[in-house]
């Protein structure tokens, strides 16, 4: 396997990290940034400290995007998979960002990943049951961010039903900034495992390894993309969560942030790969369904819906373009 060829690849889930570092984790500072519970500079360092922490912590996500929707070491040509994969991934994350749109990087890569393994080896080398296993997941993690979003502010409210609005909010304007670094966490846990996956998948194809285990410089590498690109910020999307849904005051940023960084974790000790936009933005609408259910904005949400639904056969087929240029141009 030509090294140039691998060193794309690596250059690629990079880039991808990157831009799902400023794409996705502004989801996790949206709220704190939006109560002012932290200034946007210090979140965004923050976030970025967290994610790199998190990145570093499992690799279970990782072998789950590697091995989930198909088998790297039975692909002659898996190498290129990823190529068009990644591109079409990055070209999809890169657009919904433009138009501030908090689309899922999760949906986006498996989605490709799906598209370039159908174009390069046939629907053969589909891994069915993998793939019904992280579509599953991502499907459900929404759902029960949301139902955990709505309990978590049910609760606080019959709590601190009789409690100056004032005061309320001074305290979790504080506990924001404990909410919103274990929201960070938690998305490096999840989220940087998929770019460590995907390089891992390619060296398997390559015959560099024969199994699964994330390398140390790849788990170092991914988390330090992810870092760097949670330090740019993705100040449209941050806007779209944090002010566009519903008007958000520090105790539901804060039930927010617990309910979606809960899920989040979760899905990670079990090996799971969810989309933390999804996540995060259930969580949000079901604290705002608890709060009041006229005060969201579901015109907005839908429009997020759409995009959520619409992600998977576009990069799907994206890929499939993508893989068939290489095939007919470069080889």
Known sequence: MDLMVLCVVV?????FDFINGFHDTANAIATSVSTRALKPRVAIMMAAVMNFV??????????TIGSGVANPAE???????VIAALVSAIVWNLITWWFGIPSSSSHALIGSLAGAVIAGAGTDSINSSGLLDIVKALLISPLIAFAAGFIIMWILKRIFARSSPHQVNKGFRFGQIITAAFQSFSHGTNDAQKAM???????????IQETMDVPLWVKLSAALAMALGTSVGGWKIIKTMGTKIFKIEPINGFAADIGSAAVILTATL??????????????????????????????????????WIITIPITVFMAYAVYWVIDNVFY
């Open 197 to 207: 996956g995907i390089i891992t998948f390619a060296l398997v194809a390559a015959g």
């Open 270 to 307: 079990i090996h799971l790969p969810v989309s933390t936009t999804h996540v995060i933005t259930s969580s949000i609408l079901g604290v705002g369904s608890a709060k009041r259910f006229s005060s969201v904005r579901w015109s907005v949400a839908g429009r997020i819906f759409v995009a």
């Open 75 to 81: 692909l002659t040509n898996g190498v290129e998979i």
């Open 54 to 63: 998190g990145a570093l912590t499992f690799t279970g996500v990782a072998k």
């Open 11 to 15: 250059i690629l889930a990079l880039g």
